[in-house]
């Protein structure tokens, strides 16, 4: 079974709700960077998203 990548932004902004679940690594990190860009105002770069919140399932 392929890995998959996860955010639940629940986890880091109690009053939101979205959730990234890819198999595509880099889909994944494009679709939460823009999410906590254009949502949550913060800018993160590939690895801080990789090493502080995605989550391998």
């Known amino acids: 079974m392929a890995d998959a990548y996860k955010l ?14 890819s198999e595509d690594e880099t889909e994944a990190i494009e679709l939460a960077r823009t999410h906590m860009r254009e949502d949550h105002g913060h800018d993160y770069s590939d690895d801080e998203l990789r090493e502080k919140h995605l989550q391998v399932v």
Not at 8 to 21: N, T
């Open 8 to 21: 639940d932004c629940e986890s880091e902004a109690v009053d939101c709700r979205f959730i990234i679940q």
